[in-house]
């Protein structure tokens, strides 16, 4: 196993999960009085494996169809789309 892919994937998803949705999710389920916070920490675990997983395999044969740098771009626009729809309809 490549040592620096390795941290660099972990510092890139390290970051990028940092004060997200899923995050913010979390944070209010483990701070709901009666839940097991473990079974929160597992929980939220499991779905970020799960949900990395499917990244990995959906990703790997994308890039089969679609070159990477389409992808990047793609996936930039949609960040910009949705930037500025939530910046649009948080005035509303």
Not at 6 to 24: C, H, N
Not at 37 to 61: D, E, M, N, R, Y
Not at 69 to 87: D, H, P, Y
């Amino acid at each position: 196993m490549n040592f620096k892919m390795l941290s660099t994937v972990f510092v890139s998803i390290f970051l990028a999960e940092l004060g997200d949705k899923t995050q913010i999710a979390t944070l209010i389920l483990a701070s709901q009085e009666g839940l097991n916070k473990a079974a929160v920490f597992v929980g939220a675990s499991c779905a970020l494996v799960l949900a990395c997983l499917l990244a990995v395999v959906i990703g790997s044969q994308f890039s089969r169809f679609v070159s990477p740098q389409v992808l990047k771009i793609v996936a930039g626009i949609g960040f910009i789309l949705l930037g500025t729809w939530i910046l649009v309809t948080a005035r509303a």
